[in-house]
């Protein structure tokens, strides 16, 4: 069958290469120069399947209240006159409760585990590198306070049979031993040691050569207008340049997504949430964090990749902007000075992405009620922990195939 996948991060790249493995006659086309340049190029590094967890939660109502007024706020509310911001912001707070957290959580991880197997196979058939370590996440608190609050997330761990350490500050130091040089500002941490880090830009190049050389066609610098659609059936899309003409059509446009699907009559809840990152290159590897810390008090990930250290976190809703605000680079950098003193930050670079978010965390995957066309996308704070899953899903439903999960929760038809 011939299929053409709409976008080229790690969603649509991880896609391609299953649906060329399983026999089909594939097609990416994006409007940059090559994969991975918009959110996959610089994310946090985190490929965290037991940290997955929606951010519509309980209490985050309350918490988001003070975070708003925090110097170093992990989240910042730009409100203006945007109607899919609001319908959002209303849809993300009506899953604030107990029970829709249960349902999402469970969902995320379901996709989440299966990602951590085919992640594992991936690497086994392609041999690809990409910074990537197996040494765990370590969420650490700087509060008694969050230490204690950590205990529902030690629950749901357990009942998800997903290993767990809870550390006192010498555990966390012994886990993560340039973290003696901040000493006084830990309380404890909890570790999920069977967690992993990886440059996820590095990823997605190296998983498009070996994509390509199953045959995939890579279209870059080519900016998607239309999905065409006959009958109920998807035809193809068209581009700046002209048609492209196919059986089956995969949408993984991140955070664009939704601004498509709006022409075809498909209502997706997904919005971006702006992101920050700072690569630094490291000075001395004894300073330099293992694996992944993420700081609970402003919501930031210090992951190690290979000779650099990637500091990434914040939630900014302010719709589709990318601009780099001094403010938000302060606050990477006093997390990771704080935690890591001696990195050299000047030399870091700075970067902003959107998240594609959607109000429950879960992804949007599967078929739609146009025939032919499917959706792999909405994967917001951890879409490359999700990818390799949702890829293998999508190729299986692509192919007529039942996914070895669970998906009647996870398509689009969930927001009826
Ligand atoms: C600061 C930050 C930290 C993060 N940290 C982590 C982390 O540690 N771990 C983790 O798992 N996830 C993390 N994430 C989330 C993760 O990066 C995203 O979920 C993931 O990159 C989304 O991938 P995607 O392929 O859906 O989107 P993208 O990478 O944005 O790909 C979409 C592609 O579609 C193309 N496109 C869009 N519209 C058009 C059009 N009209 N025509 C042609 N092409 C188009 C774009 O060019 C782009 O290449 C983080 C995100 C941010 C912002």
């Known amino acids: 069958m011939k299929v053409t996948i709409l976008g080229a991060g790690v969603i649509g790249v991880t896609t391609a290469y299953q649906l060329a493995k399983a026999g089909h006659q594939v097609t990416v086309v994006d409007r940059q120069a090559g994969p991975a340049l918009e959110t996959s190029f610089a994310n946090a590094?985190?490929?965290s399947f037991g940290y997955c967890s929606p951010w519509a939660a309980p209490g985050?109502?309350?918490?988001?209240?003070?975070?708003?007024?925090?110097?170093?706020?992990?989240?910042?509310?730009?409100?203006?006159?945007?109607?899919?911001?609001?319908?959002?912001?209303?849809?993300m707070l009506s899953n604030c409760t107990s029970e829709r957290y249960a349902v999402n959580k469970s969902?995320?991880?379901?996709?989440?585990?299966?990602?951590?197997?085919?992640?594992?196979d991936l690497r086994t058939e392609t041999g690809i590198a990409y910074d990537e370590r197996m040494q765990g996440t370590l969420q650490l608190f700087r509060t008694q306070q969050q230490l204690d609050a950590s205990a529902k997330d030690v629950k749901a761990l357990a009942a998800d049979g997903i290993p767990y350490e809870v550390l006192d500050r010498d555990g966390c130091i012994r886990?993560?031993?340039?973290?003696?040089?901040?000493?006084?500002?830990?309380?404890?941490?909890?570790?999920?040691?069977?967690?992993?880090?990886?440059?996820?830009?590095?990823?997605?190049?190296?998983?498009?050569?070996?994509?390509?050389?199953?045959?995939?066609?890579?279209?870059?610098?080519?900016?998607?207008?239309?999905?065409?659609?006959?009958?109920?059936?998807?035809?193809?899309?068209?581009?700046?340049?002209?048609?492209?003409?196919?059986?089956?059509?995969?949408?993984?446009?991140?955070?664009?997504?939704?601004?498509l699907l709006k022409q075809v009559g498909i209502g997706l809840p997904v919005y971006p949430v702006k992101g920050y990152s700072l690569t630094i290159p490291i000075v001395d590897p004894a300073l330099a964090p293992e694996s992944t810390v993420m700081d609970e008090t402003?919501?930031?990930?210090?992951?190690?990749?290979?000779?650099?250290?990637?500091?990434?976190?914040?939630?900014?809703?302010?719709?589709?902007?990318?601009?780099?605000?001094?403010?938000?680079?302060?606050?990477?950098?006093?997390?990771?000075?704080?935690l890591f003193p001696g990195g050299d930050v000047s030399?870091?670079?700075?970067?902003?992405?959107?998240?594609?978010?959607?109000?429950?965390?879960?992804?949007?995957?599967?078929?739609?009620?146009?025939?032919g066309l499917f959706l792999n996308t909405?994967?917001?704070?951890?879409?490359?922990?999700?990818?390799?899953?949702?890829?293998?899903?999508?190729?299986?439903?692509?192919?007529?195939?039942?996914?070895?999960i669970d998906t009647a929760d996870l398509s689009v038809a969930r927001y009826g």
Request: charged share 25%.
């Open 298 to 338: 402003y919501k930031i990930a210090i992951t190690r990749l290979g000779d650099r250290i990637r500091v990434g976190g914040m939630a900014e809703i302010s719709g589709y902007t990318n601009d780099l605000g001094l403010a938000r680079r302060n606050t990477l950098e006093h997390s990771v000075m704080d």
């Open 347 to 371: 030399r870091a670079a700075f970067w902003s992405g959107l998240r594609p978010m959607t109000p429950d965390g879960t992804p949007v995957i599967g078929a739609t009620k146009i025939r």
């Open 107 to 120: 969902r995320m991880l379901r996709l989440a585990d299966y990602s951590r197997i085919a992640l594992a």
């Open 45 to 47: 590094g985190e490929v």
């Open 175 to 259: 886990v993560e031993p340039a973290l003696s040089r901040a000493r006084d500002k830990i309380v404890g941490g909890l570790l999920t040691p069977k967690d992993e880090t990886g440059d996820c830009f590095k990823f997605t190049n190296a998983l498009a050569a070996k994509a390509a050389e199953l045959g995939v066609q890579f279209i870059y610098g080519r900016t998607i207008k239309d999905l065409q659609v006959e009958g109920g059936q998807i035809r193809g899309i068209l581009t700046d340049q002209g048609p492209i003409t196919s059986d089956a059509v995969v949408v993984a446009l991140g955070s664009y997504s939704p601004l």
């Open 378 to 404: 909405g994967h917001g704070t951890l879409g490359w922990t999700m990818s390799c899953g949702s890829a293998r899903v999508v190729s299986d439903l692509v192919s007529g195939r039942k996914a070895d």
């Open 60 to 91: 985050i109502p309350q918490k988001a209240l003070k975070w708003l007024f925090m110097k170093h706020a992990p989240l910042i509310l730009r409100p203006k006159v945007d109607a899919a911001m609001l319908s959002w912001l209303v849809k």
